[in-house]
């Protein structure tokens, strides 16, 4: 199973990115997705869950600017970020839970200006 995490880059307050989990080895349609992100010299932290059937939870701090979605045909799970801050910068990780625990390589995003 691996999972790929891409779409991090540098963005400006305000910005928008979208971030994308493409998750191969296992079919994703049964199973809950999450993203979580780690910032410079801290914990890593959840951000987003979305399960099988797309009820959705988020972190108090990305709540009405984030929005986790999937594509279970491309398996695939998203992160739209908008009205980003400097505080939303960290490395972003995708994650599988199933009967292990899987997680993507991390892709890192930077609001700057």
């Known amino acids: 199973v691996q999972l790929q995490a891409s779409g991090g880059g540098l963005v400006q307050p305000g910005g928008s990115l979208r971030l994308s989990c493409k998750v191969s080895g296992i079919e994703i349609s049964n199973n809950g997705m999450g993203w979580y992100r780690q910032a410079p010299g801290k914990q890593r932290d959840f951000v987003a869950h979305i399960t099988s059937v797309r009820s959705t939870h988020y972190a108090d701090s990305v709540k009405g600017r984030f929005t986790i979605t999937r594509d279970n045909e491309k398996n695939t799970v998203y992160l739209q970020m908008n009205s980003l801050k400097f505080e939303d910068t960290a490395v972003y990780y995708c994650?599988?839970?199933?009967?292990?625990?899987?997680w993507g390589q991390g892709t890192l995003v930077t609001v700057s200006s």
């Open positions: 994650n599988l839970l199933t009967s292990a625990d899987y």
